[in-house]
């Protein structure tokens, strides 16, 4: 990369550290994105390039510093999300959890906190790892803390066992709790273990099948339906008619990972398409770029969406 005029950004020791990443890999995603050579000379860090590329690099590095003081981590992810901002000039709103803020790690992530801020009904479309399930519980425990809501009420369908849970051992909760995991660990995370046991037990929280939601009304509650992809167009539009007075709801799901016998029955799939031109409803979608989870994740969904879209073998 070529040498361009100079700009200096004084910063402290560690807002620097953090810029730089462990071997120099945070200051590399920043010259990749911006055409910059980013150095660290001492006592703040230099960037070479045009005034344009400059000018994105310094609005990214600025957003690392900020983290840096208000005493968070800074990661890969962080950095990734920092550069899209500048590139974009989004917003970075949060959610609370028991820690604190819990910050968009993507552009997608911020734009989806931001919808469930701002509309009654939020559709979140993509991969697994993405945050999807985890920023809505996130971001309905904020408003069961402020008092904005009484209830935090998470359904999902439980398509391993047909909706029909009989035929298994124990009460409701010894039945429905395995397929309820992956949501009893985001709350748990959210909220922390014992928190969450006080809310559970006193009725404002509360993880149950879509079966179970049927002649309901929810009101003052905020409903997070997930791995929506898996009800049917009959359970989609009960649980969408479950919302009362002064209810919000998040409906997540990924549509590749249909587990119906006919995917074209996808409640999910049908329901945005009739209900994105709605007033107050959002769709939020995010794809293999916006995996969190372990970085080999998102090249492993790219390979099976490269290979989905090619022509059979």
Do not use: C
């Amino acid at each position: 990369m070529s040498r361009g005029p100079s700009e200096f950004l004084p910063l402290g020791e560690e807002a620097v550290r953090a810029v730089a990443g462990p071997g120099g890999r945070h200051a590399a995603l920043i010259e990749d994105a911006f055409r910059v050579l980013v150095e660290t000379p001492g006592g703040g860090v230099s960037l070479n390039g045009g005034p344009s590329a400059r000018r994105g690099a310094k609005q990214a590095i600025e957003t690392l510093a900020g983290r840096v003081a208000s005493r968070l981590e800074v990661t890969p992810a962080d950095v990734r999300v920092a550069i899209d901002q500048a590139r974009s000039g989004a917003p970075g709103p949060g959610a609370v959890g028991r820690r604190g803020a819990v910050a968009a790690k993507t552009a997608a992530q911020a734009r989806y906190l931001e919808a469930l801020e701002n509309h009654d009904l939020v559709f979140a479309l993509g991969p697994a790892g993405t945050g999807k399930t985890f920023l809505a519980v996130a971001h309905g425990a904020g408003l069961l803390r402020s008092g904005q809501v009484e209830r935090l009420v998470v359904t999902r369908p439980a398509v391993e066992a047909g909706e029909r849970l009989g035929f298994l051992p124990g009460d409701l909760t010894e039945k429905v709790d395995p397929y309820m995991a992956p949501v009893w660990e985001a709350m748990t995370t959210i909220l922390g273990a014992e928190a969450l046991r006080r809310r559970r037990d006193r009725g404002e929280i509360e993880v149950a099948p879509i079966a179970f939601m049927r002649g309901r009304t929810l009101n003052h509650a905020f409903v997070i339906v997930d791995e929506a992809q898996n009800t049917s167009r009959l359970q989609m539009k009960m649980v969408l008619t479950r919302l009362g007075e002064g209810s919000r709801m998040a409906v997540t799901g990924d549509p590749s990972q249909v587990d119906l016998l006919n995917a074209a029955d996808s409640g999910l799939i049908h329901a945005v398409s009739i209900l994105g031109g709605v007033a107050d409803v959002a769709i939020s979608r995010f794809s293999a770029r916006d995996v969190v989870r372990h970085h080999l994740v998102a090249k492993i969904v790219e390979a099976y969406d490269a290979d989905a879209a090619g022509p059979l073998p």
